[in-house]
T-cell receptor
């Protein structure tokens, strides 16, 4: 149990376009989902915390108008990178947590390349 | 606020040798501690977690870690390394308990790349 999927696994886009990444908890209801960004050879940096039915909480330095997060259901959260630029190229990883459980289960990640 | 320091960005061992990956934490409240493993171009897989129960925690793939409050450490060990253990390992801390704005947020260490030689 506790499987989290992400789609797409890899995306290449042109500068200025928007990209949507989906994160799904396949076999449990996730009241909270987290979005991370990982640059090459670096650790994961939390971008935002997403609670179902409410606005996401962004970490300091993360532009909420650029990284739009929607958590419309207990099994789906989406991250939209708006007007993507090459510096947004990164590995984006989501995680999901069940209510009352202190463990995050991670998705396989999405590799975003902006040309 | 909490933080994690992983000592050694790279660790190299021979197959069959002891694996020891070091992690020290800082937290103003009792921490929950985790070890995750990441294979190339993949997400993170939970190895084990400490959530204020037994201080010696056993995880998957033969790994274990011991919570030592006096040393603020949570080192990861495995008695005998396998080639398949080669990956990057992340120690993480979160604030558990009843909730609050920091509830469940993970702070990761910088990661340790484990190389296993034949």
């Amino acid at each position: 149990g506790a499987v989290v999927s992400q789609h797409p696994s890899r995306v290449i886009c042109k500068s200025g376009t928007s990209v949507k990444i989906e994160c799904r908890s396949l076999d449990f209801q996730a009241t909270t989902m987290f979005w991370y960004r990982q640059f090459p050879k670096q650790s994961l940096m939390l971008m935002a915390t997403s609670n179902e039915g409410s606005k996401a909480t962004y970490e300091q330095g993360v532009e909420k108008d650029k990284f739009l997060i929607n958590h419309a259901s207990l099994t789906l959260s989406t991250l939209t990178v708006t007007s993507a630029h090459p510096e947004d190229s990164s590995f984006y990883i989501c995680s999901a947590r069940r209510q009352g459980i202190d463990t995050q289960y991670f998705g396989p990640g999405t590799r975003l390349t902006v040309l | 606020a909490q933080s994690v320091t992983q000592l050694g960005s790279h660790v190299s061992v021979s197959e069959g040798a002891l694996v020891l990956l070091r992690c020290n934490y800082s937290s103003s409240v009792p921490p929950y501690l985790f070890w995750y493993v990441q294979y190339p171009n993949q997400g993170l897989q939970l190895l084990l977690k400490y959530t204020s129960a037994a201080t010696l925690v056993k995880g998957i793939n033969g790994f274990e870690a011991e919570f030592k409050k006096s040393e603020t450490s949570f080192h990861l060990t495995k008695p005998s390394a396998h080639m398949s253990d080669a990956a990057e390992y992340f120690c993480a801390v979160s604030v558990g308990g009843a909730g609050g704005t920091s509830y469940g947020k993970l702070t990761f260490g910088q990661g340790t790349i484990l190389t296993v030689h034949p």
